[in-house]
């Protein structure tokens, strides 16, 4: 493992049970390094997390997210992470109410309450309609599939054969979403998150282009309720998929110094 360690004080965070490890590092002392985050994110030997979070300054917006998958590597958007990275910063005192900040794809506006963190969703791009899978960028590559018994379905294996697919190999890789319709505003998301190369409880990025797919595909209209193994979201959006907004819970679940 790399030689630098931090010394400085860690938070645990999660969003409907989809968990990340926050650093303040607004001072710039965080030592980058993908086998020293890899080792922080491990559930065996290290804290234990979905991802880390560097919170960061930046002169343009209130601060700055920086997203790295449990694998070590800087990630593209994560929207729990987002929620989750929008809550630390209330509770840091950095703003009161909303607040505006920048990611890996681009400027996010963002609300909280008590309750909830309503997150801004970037522009949805990439979106590719077929008979078996709907595809699109929430900030993030998903695949959608529509499947029954969901709570029954085999989504490591399956989203795994996706995932290392050669097709979406050679594409860069995508996160895979399984998808069951439940009622005619309810769906039930599981997801398989690249990065995380497993099942995560949730994925904001993935429920959101599951949303938008089943507004698509089956006429689901806005908000769209989303039940995963974590807990519940909505997401609301207009019908030109401007206006996404990412809506549930978002909380700390303890701290400590490294």
Request: aromatic fraction near 12%; glycine fraction near 10%; charged fraction near 20%.
């Amino acid at each position: 493992m790399n030689n630098q360690k931090y010394t400085g004080n860690f938070y645990k965070y999660q969003g409907t049970g989809n968990d990340f490890v926050m650093i303040d590092n607004r001072d710039g002392q965080f030592p980058v390094s993908q086998t020293y985050i890899e080792h922080l994110c491990h559930r065996r030997f290290g804290i234990g997390a979905d991802g880390l979070i560097l919170l960061q300054n930046d002169p343009d917006y209130d601060f700055r997210m920086v997203y790295f998958n449990a694998d070590g590597r800087e990630g593209s958007m994560c929207g729990n992470g987002g929620r989750c990275t929008v809550r630390f910063a209330e509770d840091l005192g950095i703003f009161n109410g909303s607040t505006t900040f920048i990611a890996v794809d681009g400027e996010h506006e963002a609300s909280a309450s008590t309750e909830v963190i309503s997150l801004k969703m970037g522009e949805v791009h990439s979106l590719e309609q077929n008979t078996d899978y709907d595809f699109m960028n929430t900030g993030s590559p998903h695949y959608v599939q529509y499947v029954s018994d969901i709570k029954n379905f085999d989504v490591f294996n399956e989203g795994k054969k996706v995932r290392y697919s050669d097709e979406w190999v050679k594409r860069g890789g995508t996160n895979v979403n399984f998808v069951e319709v439940l009622d005619n505003e309810t769906i039930y998301v599981r997801t398989y998150e690249r990065g995380v190369e497993d099942e995560t409880y949730s994925c904001g990025t993935g429920v959101t282009a599951s949303a938008l797919s089943a507004y698509l595909k089956h006429g689901l209209q806005s908000p769209v309720k989303i039940i995963t193994n974590g807990g519940n979201l909505q997401v609301s959006f207009d019908k030109d998929f401007q206006n996404v907004y990412l809506i549930g819970p978002a909380v700390k679940v303890f701290d400590g110094k490294l």
